[in-house]
Each structure stands twice: as C-alpha cells, then as structure tokens.
C-alpha cells in the first residue's frame, strides 16, 4: 500500500491510500471493507498513472462529467493541447498534495511552456492553451485533488487584432494563386464564414434555385440549437454564383465545394496550414489567414452602406457588436469623411459671409 498525504483548501490534511501495484485508490484504512478492497485491487490491471500524478489527473478530467459535456468540436481542441502535458516529463509530475511553493514552481514551469507555445503557433494558441490547462486545475481544486490551482487568476495574453486584407491582396489571390486556394479566398471573399465552414460546405448546401447556401456555424452551433436559431441562410453574389457553376463542371463528382489538388475535401487544419504558406510566398502578414477576409467583407459591406443590423445578418452574427469591431476601418474612415464634409462646409460658409 501507498499512502498520499494531501493538504485541503481549509489547511487539514487527509491520507489518500493506494494499492502500490496496480495504483488503484483505496478507501480510509479504518473503513470495514479496506482488506476487500486491497485484495481486488491486487486483480485489477495496473494503472497507466501514478496516484497524484498529473497524468491521472487529466485522465480522470477526460472521464469526467464535465468534459463530456462540452462539444466535440471543444474537445478536439482542448485536446491538440492537453497533448503537451501527456509527455512523460509532464504527465509523472506529482500535483496531488502540492505546498503552496510546488504550486508556484508548477505556475512557472507552465507558464514557461505557454511561451514557447507562442513563439512557435502564435499568441492565440498560447492562450487557449493557458485556458484549458486552466479549466482543468480548477476542477481538480472543486474535486478536492489539490488545494490550489498553479494557474488561478491566469492573465490573457495580449492577443492583437488580426488586420483584415486589402482589396487589392483578395483580387490578387483571386486571380494568380493556384486553382485550390483560389477558390478558398474566393469563397471567403464572397460569403466571409470561418475556416473551418468553409472547408465543411459540401454541394448539397448550395441551393442554385433560390441562390443560396445555407451552413450551421461550427463555432455557435451548440448555442443558435440551444436557442431555436435556424442554420445561416447566405446569398449567393452573381460574381460568386460564375465561379461555383466552374467548380462544379470541373468537378462533378466531388462532395465538398472545395478541394485540395487531389480532389479530396480539405481540413479545416490543412487549408490554413496551405494558406499560410502561400501567404509567406507573397510576403505578406501571416495573421491574415482567411479570416482577414472575414474582416474585408465586414467593411466592404459597411462602405456599400449596410446598416449594422443588415453587415451582422450576412455575417451570420447573432450580436452587432461584433461588426463594430471588425468594421473599425470601414466605421473610421466613414465618420472621417463625415466630419470633414462638415468642416469643409462651414468652412466654405464662414468665407462667404466675409465677402
């Protein structure tokens, strides 16, 4: 037998008790039934994890209730970064039982990985990343695995705004870039959805009839379900409906609207992955991906004069707020103009009268 002693949020400690060959927890040492316990344990397969170990952690968490909760689409996310603790180096760290200094050393240890998470994927992954880790201790402090969480408090990270493409870059691409991710950009240009809905639009979405296509959003579908909202229903521009009528001459087999050069669906990973290179071959700002042209539809909407109501509903936004803060460019220069026409007209009245 193990014996693990754990410090609770109240400052008492317990005794957590394990069968030292298979690592299977076993009730308090004074409960009736703790000799039964030990000899099944001894029967049961050995367990991948040490008792306290952080590795058992996350594979309790990844069995918990609240996991399976979330959406798939959430978890596949969480875990291209819980992956990082399953390394040997990570998932042997004993955390059950920390005193307030292991805590802060685990603080920085994580922190330091965030890090170079951000030097090579960015400052977003980076802080998805702080936030699943995160999300995880906090359950294990509510479980009573550990008194506090190394990363309580967790400030974000300075993210930035990723900067929208010029009309010129998106004609550009529309144009020169090969045949596969031309048609990326081209579709985002004309409809401004997420990456990932795009790569997911198959043909039977597109109604050429009505000059539609209609999508559930990956990203907000759980809530639009939740709360009755029926799938996006997106105009299709004529420009859009030529280039659609093309693709599918070209390809009257496949099943998605867009494809890789072996005629395969993409990956929402792959075709950012393939767009972020082309992007390092124009020597432009890798930021951008397709959802700089999200941000260039915003303001191509707000410039022809759409109100922020009419700009949200052809986003597919359930709020407006989201089009003041992708439409700052096109909302600035709009007031600007408006304020100068002000100016110049006063400006041209004052003259008059002193004549």
């Avoid at 400030?155 to 991710?181: C, N, Q, Y």
């Avoid at 109604?207 to 939740?226: F, N, S």
């Amino acid at each position: 037998m193990r014996a693990v002693r754990h410090r609770r949020a109240d400052g008492t400690e317990t005794l957590y008790w394990y069968c030292r060959l298979t690592g299977i927890r076993l009730p308090d040492i004074a409960d009736p039934g703790f000799a039964a316990a030990v000899a099944a344990a001894r029967h049961q397969p050995a367990a991948r994890y040490a008792p306290g170990s952080l590795g058992e952690l996350l594979a309790d968490w990844r069995r918990s209730p609240e996991y399976r909760a979330t959406a798939p689409n959430t978890q596949r996310n969480r875990e291209r970064y819980l992956a990082l603790l399953d390394a040997a180096e990570w998932s042997t760290r004993q955390v059950a039982g920390l005193e307030m200094e292991g805590v802060r050393q685990l603080r920085a240890e994580l922190l330091t990985l965030r890090d170079m998470l951000a030097d090579r994927r960015g400052a977003g992954a980076a802080s998805v990343f702080g936030q699943t880790v995160a999300t995880v201790f906090a359950w294990a402090v509510e479980r009573g695995r550990m008194a506090f969480s190394p990363l309580a408090q967790l400030k974000g990270m300075r993210l930035g705004h990723i900067p929208p493409w010029t009309e010129a870059e998106a004609r550009h691409a529309m144009e020169k870039w090969p045949e596969p991710l031309r048609r990326a950009v081209t579709l985002a240009y004309h409809i401004g959805q997420r990456r990932g809905d795009l790569a997911a639009l198959r043909w039977e979405d597109y109604d050429v009839a009505a000059g539609r296509i209609t999508l559930m959003p990956e990203k907000t579908a759980r809530r639009r379900l939740a709360r009755g909202l029926p799938p996006l229903r997106l105009p299709v521009p004529k420009a859009l409906a030529w280039e659609l009528r093309r693709w599918r001459l070209a390809e009257p087999g496949a099943t998605h609207i867009l494809t890789h050069s072996g005629g395969k669906p993409w990956s929402k990973t792959g075709l950012a992955n393939a767009v972020w290179r082309q992007l390092v071959a124009e020597g432009w700002d890798t930021r951008k991906g397709l959802h700089g042209l999200r941000k260039l539809r915003t303001e191509r909407l707000l410039e022809g004069g759409a109100t922020h109501a009419e700009t949200a509903a052809a986003q597919g936004w359930d709020s407006v707020a989201m089009v003041s803060l992708y439409g700052r460019g096109a909302e600035q220069e709009s007031l600007a103009r408006a304020g100068v026409a002000r100016l110049e007209k006063r400006v041209s009245k004052t003259v008059k009268n002193r004549r």
